[in-house]
């Protein structure tokens, strides 16, 4: 992808991953982008890097509108591989410039890079950089969502440059939201913007409202935000300072997601009573099974809905592998205000839905009962509990649902 003007004099100069699909284990179906920014003016600026793969494609962009060792500052908000492995490769061309950072992210860096030959200068909350006829703002955004974090504010140009903030792991040929609304849809991007949210941010909620409740009070002006994945915000800035904020208090449908794997289809047979008892209680239901579904996708979906039933077979005395991976990721993602219930079959101890309910006691979600538990095949009395326990838990779930 060429270089894109976002901004009078201040291009998007990142580079579009089209193949990848595992994301540090979490699955990205769309790819990706990785998006950084050069900024001409007196001192020429670049902010961020790239992924060390793609350090030739950002240098080759840049070197379309400057030349590279023309560029005197290099602004580092975010020190993930990601976004600065290839700086190194950048550092070759141009060796000479400064380079702004957070003390952390100087720390961080320095476990990538050694930094001793190079001009680095730490920078916090309130520390401008003056380039010319622009001035850059640092806005310090630690545990979000790693302690190195920064945005970086063109006042100037109302621009915010938010790093990992507002992104989504989307690999397309549109460089502004609503050219990708105008040739996809609005439903596509903002389930980008919301499987991203809840595969990664989730567990900083209560940072990223404080961080949003700060930039309110301080009272700058944004009319676009750059983030370093995905398409750049333009036209729907409202829409997605909504949906942050939804997301960040946990909004959720009164509804359920049953999420699952099965051996040999035991576990898999106790569904349909309880989702048929949840639809007859006018309760949307959806049912995702773990070794068909990617966790990250699983994920996305529990955020969306109030509950979440498990199923799961248990094997050697344990959780089955599948579903015990999909709990530990969830478990460190940190969901919230949100209902949960397991059931599942088993053969000669049955330990699995007593150890589910434990990963949910850690997770500090809201129990309810103990689960359904069936021998080997369940019969049509054990179908029977099923649907009942599908009943109390609908009936359990809009009292929880009520109360928010």
Known sequence: MKAVEIKSGIYWVGSVDWAIRDFHGYETPRGTSYNNYLILDEEPTLVDAVHHNFAHVTLENISRIIEPRKILNIVINHIENDHATGLEKILEVVPDAKIYITEKGRKGLSRFIDLTPYKVNTV?????????????????????????????????EKLLISQDAFGQHIACSERF????????????????????????????????????????????????????????WRSHLDKVFTLYNQMVDAKAI??????????????????????KALNDMDLPVKVIKLRATPKSVAVKEVWKYRGLIVGSPTLNNN??????????YLKGLRPKNRLFGAFGSYGWSGEAVKDMYEYAKQMKLEIFGEGVRVLYKPSEEDLQKCYDFGLAFGKALKEYHAKF
């Open 254 to 275: 009164l509804g359920a997601v049953i999420v699952y794997d099965t051996m040999w289809h035991s576990t898999e047979e106790m569904i349909t009573p309880i989702a």
């Open 177 to 232: 939201d609503d050219e990708f609304v105008k040739n996809r849809s609005m439903e596509e991007l903002e389930d980008a913007v919301i499987d991203y949210y809840a595969n990664i941010l989730m567990p900083y909620g209560n940072v990223i409202r404080g961080k949003i409740e700060e930039i309110k009070k301080s009272g700058i002006e944004i009319d676009m935000i750059a983030p370093d994945h995905g398409v750049i």
């Open 319 to 328: 959780i089955f592998p599948s579903v015990a991976e999909f709990l530990t």
């Open 124 to 156: 916090k909350s309130g520390d401008t950089l003056n380039i010319g006829k622009r001035t850059l703002h640092f806005i310090e955004t630690p545990m979000m969502h790693w302690p190195d974090s920064m945005f970086t504010y063109v006042k100037e």
